[in-house]
């Protein structure tokens, strides 16, 4: 799945830095079997299930789900059998995925689009991953970083701090309550759509409203035929920042917004580069699971039993008890689906 259809150029291989330091709402720390999984989900795993009602039930495959979680807990994607066969090559730093547009996947996947007349640097937590980033455009290029866009806002958890030297952060307006630190803001914010020019390059940036966050963004690069959909598509289980504004029908909503727009790659927030069709099957994913959960609200199962009783296996998003998935996004979901908590 990873770069299919891409030529994905390895620019830098050194040696292989690690994961970044997770946090809470950072989708990769689950990182399950993702795509191959959802490409498949909801219509094609339905008639698997001899009813959609059975398919929230799960027992029968109580055993996949544990061993997915073993899966996961063991590091996931990487986990493959693939690795057996072979030693794992140090991944790359570096992928090049259209011309002067590059993602760094041990970054965030926070994307480059290098210019004549400066960069643009698209992404989340980019303050987190400052040092690193600097260290791989040092690589690629001479020019600094003019704008930096993110992707979404977690309210209190912004992360705007400390940009780059003479550039601007860019952000949707909205996501809940106030940073903590007053200078972690933005320095513009935008309520709809915005196109930034830099050197030869368009850049739009469209607010999709809330759904992971309290205000979601997308950034187009019509001209590479590419779009960053930030965490509104992960290799992760879904995590519905309820705190922020977030919703699973605002998610729906941002994500029919994100596939009205003409572009063949995705960059999603964690995880491998993807196609167009990959944003499709989360959505229809997602869609699945929120039909899951208003079964189980339609027949009265209560909040606490609910997860037990939930199938999630097949979407690719194996139930973690520890995980935020479980913790937030779950209840958080049962109680949008029942009407409140
Ligand atoms: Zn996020």
């Known amino acids: 799945m990873q770069g299919r259809g891409l030529a994905l150029a390895v620019l830098?291989?050194?040696?292989?830095?690690?994961?970044?330091?997770?946090?809470?709402?950072?989708?990769?720390?689950?990182?399950?079997?993702?795509?191959?999984?959802?490409?498949?989900?909801?219509?094609?795993?339905?008639?698997?299930?001899?009813?959609?009602?059975?398919?929230?039930?799960?027992?029968?495959?109580?055993?996949?789900?544990?061993?997915?979680?073993?899966?996961?807990?063991?590091?996931?994607?990487?986990?493959?059998?693939?690795?057996?066969?072979?030693?794992?090559?140090?991944?790359?730093?570096?992928?090049?995925?259209?011309?002067?547009?590059?993602?760094?996947?041990?970054?965030?996947?926070?994307?480059?689009?290098?210019?004549?007349?400066?960069?643009?640097?698209?992404?989340?937590?980019?303050?987190?991953?400052?040092?690193?980033?600097?260290?791989?455009?040092?690589?690629?290029?001479?020019?600094?970083?003019?704008?930096?866009?993110?992707?979404?806002?977690?309210?209190?958890?912004?992360?705007?701090?400390?940009?780059?030297?003479?550039?601007?952060?860019?952000?949707?307006?909205?996501?809940?309550?106030?940073?903590?630190?007053?200078?972690?803001?933005?320095?513009?914010?935008?309520?709809?759509?915005?196109?930034?020019?830099?050197g030869d390059a368009e850049i739009r940036l469209r607010h999709v409203g809330g759904g992971h966050s309290g205000a979601d963004a997308v950034v187009a690069f019509p001209d590479r035929g590419t779009v960053h959909a930030g965490h509104l598509v992960t290799d992760g289980p879904p995590f519905i920042d309820y705190a922020s504004g977030g919703s699973a029908g605002g998610w729906i909503q941002a994500l029919d917004d994100l596939l009205a727009l003409e572009f063949d790659t995705l960059v999603p927030g964690a995880g491998p580069v993807l196609e167009k069709g990959d944003a499709q099957a989360f959505r229809d994913r997602l869609v699945t699971l929120r039909t899951r959960i208003e079964q189980l609200v339609r027949r009265g199962v209560a909040k606490e039993d609910a997860v037990r009783r939930l199938e999630t296996t097949d979407l690719g998003w194996p139930l973690d008890p520890a995980g935020d998935f479980v913790r937030e996004t779950l209840p958080g979901l049962y109680d949008e689906v029942a009407g409140g908590p």
């Open 12 to 198: 830098a291989a050194a040696a292989w830095i690690g994961e970044p330091a997770g946090r809470q709402n950072t989708p990769r720390q689950d990182a399950p079997p993702p795509v191959e999984a959802g490409a498949a989900a909801p219509q094609d795993a339905a008639p698997q299930d001899a009813a959609p009602q059975d398919a929230v039930e799960g027992d029968e495959t109580a055993g996949d789900t544990a061993a997915a979680d073993d899966a996961a807990a063991e590091g996931g994607a990487t986990e493959g059998a693939d690795a057996e066969d072979a030693p794992p090559e140090p991944p790359p730093e570096i992928l090049e995925i259209g011309d002067g547009l590059y993602v760094l996947p041990y970054c965030g996947n926070a994307t480059l689009r290098v210019t004549a007349d400066g960069v643009a640097l698209v992404g989340d937590r980019l303050a987190q991953y400052r040092a690193e980033i600097a260290r791989l455009l040092a690589t690629l290029t001479d020019q600094r970083i003019a704008y930096e866009l993110h992707t979404h806002r977690h309210g209190a958890d912004d992360d705007f701090a400390a940009a780059a030297p003479g550039s601007r952060r860019l952000g949707p307006v909205g996501g809940g309550a106030p940073p903590r630190e007053p200078a972690a803001t933005p320095d513009i914010v935008f309520t709809s759509r915005l196109s930034l020019f830099l």
